[in-house]
């Protein structure tokens, strides 16, 4: 595999300030300027946010690179490579490569989806060795997966595109209704976008929970009508009796009252029964999104959660972890994984944030350039006020400020 982000076509005789990351280390270095492939385009880079990815493949690449390896990708970051991170990027058209469309003027303002083709192969820009990302004055994207901000959009604000579209994407996986209780735990990058996109798709009831307060104060600006502090009480109880099932004798008891009604009826039992279902008569639950990412929270929600609920995993849990099957299945939880998004919910999430749709600007908390990169991750490993810590190569801030 390669060693450096050398496997990247690069300009000979110029260079770029860029941050990468080796062995855990994340040092300021000088790399030639990217050369764009074919059907491929050079953005200067504006803005690129820190994802909570990045925090993990840090230390943790080498799991997660054996997993993808396991499902067909060997061409994910490995501790050792010298990789240039960041996916979550705004910049301005810099240059073309042969084969494209040229429609998008130079200097005009993007965001991309961070895909890129080398070879006949497919990488995560900015996860990649291959394809180096955002962490730099300049990135390679292609062309057919760039779209220009619509509506005046600052880049300060479209620079929250990709974040906001694993959150979109998460929130559609879940099929939650505007009538639905939707309880969000973890209160991070991730549980900030998907709070976001509830409240946009007018989800009346959304309950926030993490133990710190800085990220509780951030998830009631994102729009949770409901803010708890886990510590002192459960996200689970906060919305009040909604009519949820939390214990299998009063499931029971549910489907014996449920027959003791319906069995003198005039008409079949099994009619009513049948016609309740179609008109959405089953046992009410809650929403649940697993926002953090750790060992053990999995397992604690499928415990503590009401029977019935859907709980949508959007944590990424690095580590090998542990459930029990047998209280998952005596409660029917109904237990959704999800990852990414597609290119149209990336669309549509840019479009929602030029048209106003989505409340976001408090997820971005700060921003820090080229020389800030290691205080700012060392900022985010500790939660605290800051939620989304955003890169700026023109600058020179050393440490996080306030956006």
Same mark, same amino acid.
């Given at each position: 595999?390669?060693?450096?982000?050398?496997?990247?076509?690069?300009?000979?005789?110029?260079?770029?300030?860029?941050?990468?990351?080796?062995?855990?280390?994340?040092?300021?270095?000088?790399?030639?300027?990217?050369?764009?492939?074919?059907?491929?385009?050079?953005?200067?880079?504006?803005?690129?946010?820190?994802?909570?990815?990045?925090? &993990?493949?840090? &230390?943790?690449?080498?799991?997660?690179?054996?997993?993808?390896?396991?499902?067909?990708?060997?061409?994910?970051?490995?501790?050792?490579?010298?990789?240039?991170?960041? &996916?979550?990027?705004?910049?301005?058209?810099?240059?073309?490569?042969?084969? +494209?469309?040229?429609?998008?003027? +130079?200097?005009?303002?993007?965001?991309?989806?961070?895909?890129?083709?080398?070879?006949?192969?497919? &990488?995560?820009?900015?996860? %990649?060795?291959?394809?180096?990302?955002?962490?730099?004055?300049?990135?390679?994207?292609?062309?057919?997966?760039?779209? +220009?901000?619509?509506?005046?959009? %600052?880049?300060?604000?479209?620079?929250?595109?990709?974040?906001?579209?694993?959150?979109?994407?998460?929130?559609?996986?879940?099929?939650?209704?505007?009538?639905?209780?939707?309880?969000?735990?973890?209160?991070?990058?991730?549980?900030?976008?998907?709070?976001?996109?509830?409240?946009?798709?007018?989800?009346?009831?959304?309950?926030?929970?993490?133990?710190?307060?800085?990220?509780?104060?951030?998830?009631?600006?994102?729009?949770?009508?409901?803010?708890?502090?886990?510590?002192?009480?459960?996200?689970?109880?906060?919305?009040?009796?909604?009519?949820?099932?939390?214990?299998?004798?009063?499931?029971?008891?549910?489907?014996?009252?449920?027959?003791?009604?319906?069995?003198?009826?005039?008409?079949?039992?099994?009619?009513?029964?049948?016609?309740?279902?179609?008109?959405?008569?089953?046992?009410?639950?809650?929403?649940?999104?697993?926002?953090v990412g750790v060992p053990g929270i999995l397992d604690g929600i499928i415990a503590s959660a009401p029977l019935y609920s859907r709980v949508v995993v959007a944590g990424?849990?690095?580590?090998?972890?542990?459930?029990?099957?047998?209280?998952?299945?005596?409660?029917?939880?109904?237990?959704?994984?999800?990852?990414?998004?597609?290119?149209?919910?990336? %669309?549509?999430t840019l479009h929602m944030l030029a048209e106003g749709k989505v409340r976001a600007a408090p997820i971005a908390t700060g921003t820090v350039g080229l020389p800030g990169?290691?205080?700012?991750?060392? +900022?985010?490993?500790?939660?605290?006020?800051?939620?989304?810590?955003?890169?700026?190569?023109?600058? %020179?801030?050393?440490?996080?400020?306030?956006?």
């Amino acid at each position: 595999r390669p060693s450096t982000p050398a496997s990247c076509p690069h300009e000979q005789g110029n260079a770029m300030k860029a941050v990468t990351c080796q062995n855990s280390d994340l040092q300021l270095v000088d790399l030639p300027d990217p050369r764009p492939g074919p059907g491929q385009v050079v953005i200067n880079v504006l803005g690129c946010g820190i994802c909570g990815s990045d925090l &993990h493949v840090r &230390h943790n690449a080498d799991a997660e690179a054996d997993v993808l390896a396991e499902i067909g990708y060997d061409g994910f970051m490995r501790s050792d490579q010298q990789v240039v991170l960041g &996916h979550e990027f705004v910049g301005q058209v810099a240059g073309y490569g042969p084969g +494209t469309r040229r429609k998008i003027a +130079t200097g005009t303002p993007v965001v991309a989806v961070p895909l890129i083709r080398r070879a006949d192969e497919m &990488h995560a820009i900015g996860l %990649s060795a291959a394809a180096p990302g955002g962490y730099a004055e300049q990135v390679v994207v292609e062309e057919s997966l760039m779209f +220009t901000l619509p509506n005046g959009l %600052s880049p300060k604000l479209a620079v929250l595109t990709e974040p906001l579209a694993v959150g979109r994407h998460a929130v559609r996986r879940a099929e939650v209704r505007r009538s639905d209780v939707a309880i969000v735990i973890g209160c991070g990058p991730v549980g900030l976008a998907v709070i976001c996109m509830l409240k946009a798709q007018g989800v009346a009831a959304v309950v926030a929970s993490d133990f710190s307060d800085g990220r509780r104060q951030l998830a009631a600006a994102c729009g949770a009508d409901i803010v708890v502090d886990p510590g002192g009480e459960s996200p689970y109880e906060a919305p009040g009796d909604r009519g949820f099932l939390r214990s299998l004798p009063a499931a029971v008891g549910l489907a014996i009252g449920t027959m003791e009604k319906l069995r003198p009826m005039p008409v079949p039992w099994q009619h009513v029964w049948r016609i309740g279902e179609k008109l959405g008569g089953k046992p009410k639950h809650p929403v649940i999104f697993e926002c953090v990412g750790v060992p053990g929270i999995l397992d604690g929600i499928i415990a503590s959660a009401p029977l019935y609920s859907r709980v949508v995993v959007a944590g990424v849990c690095m580590e090998p972890d542990t459930i029990r099957p047998m209280m998952a299945v005596n409660k029917e939880i109904d237990l959704r994984f999800v990852m990414g998004y597609t290119p149209l919910e990336f %669309s549509d999430t840019l479009h929602m944030l030029a048209e106003g749709k989505v409340r976001a600007a408090p997820i971005a908390t700060g921003t820090v350039g080229l020389p800030g990169v290691a205080a700012a991750f060392d +900022t985010l490993a500790a939660p605290g006020k800051h939620a989304k810590i955003i890169i700026e190569p023109a600058g %020179s801030a050393t440490e996080p400020t306030a956006s």
